[in-house]
């Protein structure tokens, strides 16, 4: 896993205790992965907000267009990480529900995508992912539910 920034926020309110959650993850085994095969890289993570990136090269479908699943694998795996950090340590959690709404291609560069939390509860964490270009002209909008299990 590509580990750009470090990223903290405190574990609750007012508790004043900051948790590393990047760091929590840095030690994930990612060989093999499609986080490598897409040559991903985590630059933000949060409970509520995960920031991260891919490049197009490599990501594109025969027209040269980045592929719509590369940008569906980026929301994804943005908005799951973003929930295993909601749900804590102990306990694991996978998609159940995912859609994705594709508005424009991009060619070259990278595309970045950040989930921003839209319900944290105690079973379920919801997550809408927005892909941008380096322009920053949207390239995707996204939705993704996570169920935690304990």
């Given at each position: 896993?590509?580990?750009?920034s470090?990223?903290?926020?405190?574990?609750?309110?007012?508790?004043?205790?900051?948790?590393?959650?990047?760091?929590?993850?840095a030690?994930?085994?990612?060989?093999g992965?499609?986080?490598?095969?897409?040559?991903?890289?985590?630059?933000?993570?949060?409970?509520?907000?995960a920031?991260?990136?891919?490049?197009?090269?490599?990501?594109?479908?025969?027209?040269g267009?980045?592929h719509?699943?590369?940008?569906?694998?980026?929301?994804?795996?943005?908005?799951?990480?973003?929930?295993?950090?909601?749900?804590?340590?102990?306990?694991?959690?996978?998609?159940?529900?995912?859609?994705?709404?594709?508005?424009?291609?991009?060619?070259?560069?990278?595309?970045?995508?950040?989930?921003?939390?839209?319900?944290?509860?105690?079973?379920?964490?919801?997550?809408?992912?927005?892909?941008?270009?380096?322009?920053?002209?949207?390239?995707?909008?996204?939705?993704?539910?996570?169920?935690?299990?304990?």
């Amino acid at each position: 896993m590509t580990d750009t920034s470090a990223s903290a926020t405190p574990s609750s309110p007012g508790s004043g205790a900051e948790i590393d959650w990047k760091a929590m993850y840095a030690g994930t085994e990612t060989a093999g992965t499609l986080f490598e095969r897409m040559e991903m890289e985590l630059l933000e993570l949060a409970p509520d907000r995960a920031v991260g990136r891919i490049p197009v090269k490599g990501n594109t479908q025969p027209a040269g267009l980045l592929h719509g699943g590369a940008s569906v694998v980026l929301a994804e795996t943005l908005g799951s990480l973003a929930a295993q950090a909601h749900a804590g340590p102990g306990k694991k959690t996978v998609g159940i529900e995912v859609s994705a709404t594709h508005h424009r291609g991009a060619r070259d560069g990278y595309v970045t995508g950040t989930a921003t939390a839209i319900h944290l509860g105690r079973s379920t964490a919801s997550y809408e992912i927005v892909i941008t270009d380096e322009a920053g002209k949207r390239v995707c909008t996204a939705r993704l539910t996570c169920m935690i299990l304990s």
